[in-house]
């Protein structure tokens, strides 16, 4: 069985560019939610997928999008960076939406600068 | 709003010193209270689900209960490699809300 895998793992980008981040989910699963998590907090919700569709949204602005696959695999993009952007992103996969037990990723660590 | 809160912050333990950590939460309609572990620049292990007030489970030195207010991880007889942020979060609609965490340090 293969875990929640991300990539790349690390990434450094500059104020107003766009980012892709990837996220391949657990085999089984069909949801998969993104979370951004700054440095010393919690994770905070970003958006879910289910089905390729959006499925719930946090207090994110619109340049924040995503997409999910029919295999099941997933991308968050961000566009027009800021600097507050910079965190580590994290993809969960589950086996069904609502919040059964979500598996995460080793995260992509975004610089912005 | 969701609300989760950890304490302490940071805590700081003796090899073999048991401990509590504590999640108080408000939320509209609970589905579910998670406990993940964190280490430095990784992602969030997946330790716990309680649904139920009155609810525990266990997994070697550590233990989780749930009231109707608040959460606690109890921590028997802790080892150097217990050393991690331990995250709550409460299950509400499709997210997961977080607390801050508790960052734990044990020492030999």
């Known amino acids: 069985e293969t875990g929640v895998t991300q990539s790349p793992t690390h990434l450094i980008k500059t104020r107003g560019q766009q980012v892709t981040l990837r996220c391949s989910s657990q085999s089984g699963h069909n949801t998969v939610s993104w979370y951004q998590q700054a440095l010393g907090q919690g994770p905070q919700f970003i958006f879910q997928?289910?089905?390729?569709?959006?499925?719930g949204r946090g207090n994110f602005p619109p340049r924040f999008s995503g997409l999910q696959f029919p295999n099941y695999s997933s991308e968050l993009n961000v566009n027009a960076l800021e600097l507050d952007d910079s965190a580590l992103y994290l993809c969960?996969?589950?086996?069904?939406?609502?919040?059964?037990?979500?598996?995460f990723g080793q995260g992509t660590r975004l610089t912005v600068v | 709003e969701d609300q989760v809160t950890q304490s302490p912050e940071a805590l700081r333990l003796q090899e073999g010193e048991s401990s509590s950590l504590n999640c108080s939460y408000t939320v509209s309609g609970l589905r579910g209270l998670f406990w993940y572990r964190q280490d430095p620049g990784k992602g969030p292990e997946f330790l716990f689900t309680l649904y139920s007030a009155g609810e525990e489970k266990e997994k070697e030195r550590l233990k989780a209960t749930l009231t109707k207010k608040e959460s606690f991880l109890h921590i028997t007889a802790p080892k150097p490699e217990d050393s991690a942020t331990y995250l709550c979060a409460v299950g509400a609609g499709n997210m997961l809300t977080f607390g801050g965490g508790t960052r734990l340090m044990v020492k030999p």
């Open positions: 969960a996969s589950s086996q069904r939406t609502g919040t059964s037990e979500a598996f």
């Open positions: 997928y289910y089905r390729e569709e959006e499925n």
